[in-house]
């Protein structure tokens, strides 16, 4: 007690007794030194001495920094509050201002989205408009800067070119070039068939910074399911422009053209090994179109014209198997339609001779010999129309017009095999199915080889023409073939 006596005396004497700074002695109170802001400590010690702007205070005789006056910062932390700073926000912003008063301007910045500040459609995802576009603070704005070509004039619809960018960031692109990202084929513009079978489709695309050009282009028919082969089906097969072209005008791939199915049954004489059929018919359809070719002024010389008023479908005729053939067809279609295929209509003696097989034959049924001399058997349904309903185990009784060549008429072709060179089987369905209008003279046209409509198999034999109709005629049960004095397939 006595020595914390001693020291307590000591203080207050020092409190007490202090100098000026005149050199005279200054006394300060006990309570001065504790708290006095300018005798904190010791007499004369002035907390605020050069620090005009700071704010002290004297905390139990040490002085204490309070902060800076309303207005001031003391960023270099030496409580001075030198630096005058209007204090905006703790996060810095892009203004080219020291928003939070460190004495730093614009640092530490949270940048924002293209949208916000560059111009950038909210709808434009592209990396181009969003991820590539880099942002800097310049003087107090942001400054952005995109990939090449993109934005170069303020993000405007003068930006945009044709390319793979969204050049003008507005969410579209290419939006200001016509046609592009359109459907387009690869014979768009070309007069039909166009690329026929080769024809590809695909889109515009950019061709150049304003243009687009299609996508697709003019496939190769060897690459095509059935090759280049030109098939009577009313298909350009091997692209070169032409529709079921045939051997007098096989257009510029010309190693393709439809090549039909004939029988040599003379040394200059060609016929159809099948009853004519339209390119459209199927196994269960006989197809659509007629066979007028021309008028009259523009039909070859012996050709009658067509009908006044009648469109002229240009149908041609195709010898296929396993199709409904043509009937219903006018005597005046035939001559049309087989002078437009390069040949003409079969006279009475060439369809006569074709259905005889050279053998001396009485009907139209295979194999030459007896078969062919000899009436129906049950290996011979030629769709005649006889009944045979009284066995209806046996197969191939036939109602009506069956395809071509059906494999239910067995039997029912002249047989040609091997001779004159001949590998088809024979002439199909010469008896049968169809009667086939020939000519044997002017406005003459002899029907031979009866149809399913035939009641009597005698008139459906081989010398059978007493049947003969004019050129306007037409029946259900009545078709053709083409005849050739050249062969069609070479």
Same mark, same amino acid.
């Given at each position: 007690?006595?020595?914390?006596?001693?020291?307590?005396?000591?203080?207050?004497?020092?409190?007490?007794?202090?100098?000026?700074?005149?050199?005279?002695? #200054?006394?300060? %109170?006990?309570?001065?030194?504790?708290?006095?802001?300018?005798?904190?400590?010791?007499?004369?010690?002035?907390?605020?001495?050069?620090?005009?702007?700071?704010?002290?205070?004297?905390?139990?005789?040490?002085?204490?920094?309070?902060?800076?006056?309303?207005?001031? @910062?003391?960023?270099?932390?030496?409580? +001075?509050?030198?630096?005058?700073?209007?204090?905006?926000?703790?996060?810095?912003?892009?203004?080219?201002?020291?928003?939070?008063?460190?004495?730093?301007?614009?640092?530490?910045?949270?940048?924002?989205?293209?949208?916000?500040?560059?111009?950038?459609?909210?709808?434009?995802?592209?990396?181009?408009?969003?991820?590539?576009? /880099?942002?800097?603070?310049?003087?107090? %704005?942001?400054?952005?800067?995109?990939?090449?070509?993109?934005?170069?004039?303020?993000? %405007?619809?003068?930006?945009?070119?044709?390319?793979?960018?969204?050049?003008?960031?507005?969410?579209?692109?290419?939006?200001?070039?016509?046609?592009?990202?359109?459907?387009?084929?690869?014979?768009?513009?070309? =007069?039909?068939?166009?690329?026929?079978?080769?024809?590809?489709?695909?889109?515009?695309?950019?061709?150049? =910074?304003?243009?687009?050009?299609?996508?697709?282009?003019?496939?190769?028919?060897?690459?095509?399911?059935?090759?280049?082969? +030109?098939?009577?089906?009313?298909?350009?097969?091997?692209?070169?422009?032409?529709?079921?072209?045939?051997?007098?005008?096989?257009?510029?791939?010309? /190693?393709?053209?439809?090549?039909?199915?004939?029988?040599?049954?003379?040394?200059?004489?060609?016929?159809?090994?099948?009853?004519?059929?339209?390119?459209?018919?199927?196994? /269960? %359809?006989?197809?659509?179109?007629?066979?007028? @070719?021309?008028?009259?002024?523009?039909?070859?010389?012996?050709?009658?014209?067509?009908?006044?008023?009648?469109?002229?479908?240009?149908?041609?005729?195709?010898?296929?198997?396993?199709?409904?053939?043509?009937?219903?067809?006018?005597?005046? +279609?035939?001559? #049309?339609?087989?002078?437009?295929?390069?040949?003409?209509?079969?006279?009475?003696?060439?369809? +006569?001779?074709?259905?005889?097989?050279?053998?001396?034959?009485?009907?139209?049924?295979?194999?030459?010999?007896?078969?062919?001399?000899?009436?129906?058997?049950?290996?011979?349904?030629?769709?005649?129309?006889?009944?045979?309903?009284?066995?209806?185990?046996?197969?191939?009784?036939?109602?009506?017009?069956?395809?071509?060549?059906?494999?239910?008429?067995?039997?029912?072709?002249?047989?040609?095999?091997?001779?004159?060179?001949?590998?088809?089987?024979?002439?199909?369905?010469?008896?049968?199915?169809?009667?086939?209008?020939?000519?044997?003279?002017?406005?003459?046209? =002899?029907?031979?080889?009866?149809?399913?409509?035939?009641?009597?198999?005698?008139? /459906?034999?081989?010398?059978?023409?007493?049947?003969?109709?004019?050129?306007?005629?037409?029946?259900?049960?009545?078709?053709?073939?083409?005849?050739?004095?050249?062969?069609?397939?070479?």
């Amino acid at each position: 007690m006595i020595r914390l006596g001693v020291r307590f005396g000591l203080l207050v004497i020092l409190a007490l007794v202090c100098l000026s700074g005149t050199g005279a002695a #200054q006394t300060c %109170s006990v309570a001065e030194l504790l708290w006095d802001v300018h005798n904190c400590g010791t007499c004369g010690n002035d907390c605020t001495s050069g620090a005009v702007h700071s704010i002290w205070a004297c905390d139990n005789g040490s002085c204490g920094f309070q902060g800076c006056e309303a207005g001031w @910062h003391d960023p270099d932390s030496d409580g +001075e509050c030198e630096y005058a700073c209007g204090f905006n926000s703790a996060q810095e912003i892009c203004n080219g201002l020291d928003d939070d008063c460190d004495g730093f301007t614009d640092e530490d910045l949270l940048p924002p989205s293209p949208t916000e500040v560059c111009g950038v459609a909210l709808g434009a995802t592209a990396a181009e408009c969003t991820t590539g576009v /880099a942002l800097s603070c310049e003087a107090g %704005s942001w400054e952005c800067t995109f990939p090449g070509g993109v934005c170069s004039g303020g993000c %405007s619809a003068g930006d945009e070119i044709c390319d793979d960018l969204d050049n003008d960031c507005d969410g579209l692109v290419n939006e200001n070039v016509v046609g592009f990202g359109l459907f387009c084929a690869s014979d768009d513009g070309i =007069p039909p068939p166009g690329h026929g079978e080769c024809r590809t489709t695909g889109t515009y695309v950019c061709d150049g =910074p304003s243009s687009t050009v299609c996508s697709a282009s003019k496939e190769d028919c060897s690459n095509l399911p059935g090759g280049c082969a +030109e098939l009577c089906d009313g298909l350009d097969n091997d692209c070169d422009g032409l529709i079921d072209e045939i051997y007098t005008n096989k257009g510029s791939n010309a /190693a393709y053209f439809v090549q039909p199915a004939v029988v040599q049954i003379a040394g200059d004489r060609w016929i159809f090994a099948y009853e004519a059929s339209r390119p459209d018919a199927t196994f /269960a %359809s006989s197809g659509t179109g007629n066979g007028y @070719h021309c008028l009259g002024f523009d039909c070859p010389a012996g050709i009658p014209p067509a009908p006044f008023g009648v469109p002229l479908d240009q149908t041609p005729a195709c010898s296929v198997p396993d199709r409904k053939p043509w009937f219903g067809v006018t005597s005046v +279609e035939v001559e #049309q339609t087989c002078e437009s295929q390069g040949g003409f209509i079969c006279d009475l003696p060439d369809m +006569e001779s074709a259905c005889k097989a050279a053998a001396g034959c009485d009907w139209g049924y295979a194999p030459r010999g007896g078969a062919c001399t000899t009436p129906f058997t049950i290996t011979k349904y030629c769709n005649l129309g006889l009944s045979y309903d009284f066995d209806l185990s046996v197969s191939g009784i036939q109602d009506g017009l069956l395809e071509t060549a059906s494999t239910e008429l067995l039997g029912c072709e002249a047989d040609w095999l091997g001779l004159l060179g001949n590998t088809l089987d024979g002439v199909f369905d010469i008896t049968g199915n169809l009667r086939e209008i020939t000519k044997n003279g002017s406005d003459v046209y =002899p029907l031979v080889g009866g149809s399913f409509l035939s009641l009597v198999e005698s008139g /459906a034999s081989c010398d059978f023409d007493f049947y003969v109709v004019d050129g306007a005629y037409r029946a259900p049960d009545a078709g053709f073939r083409c005849c050739f004095d050249v062969d069609p397939t070479l």
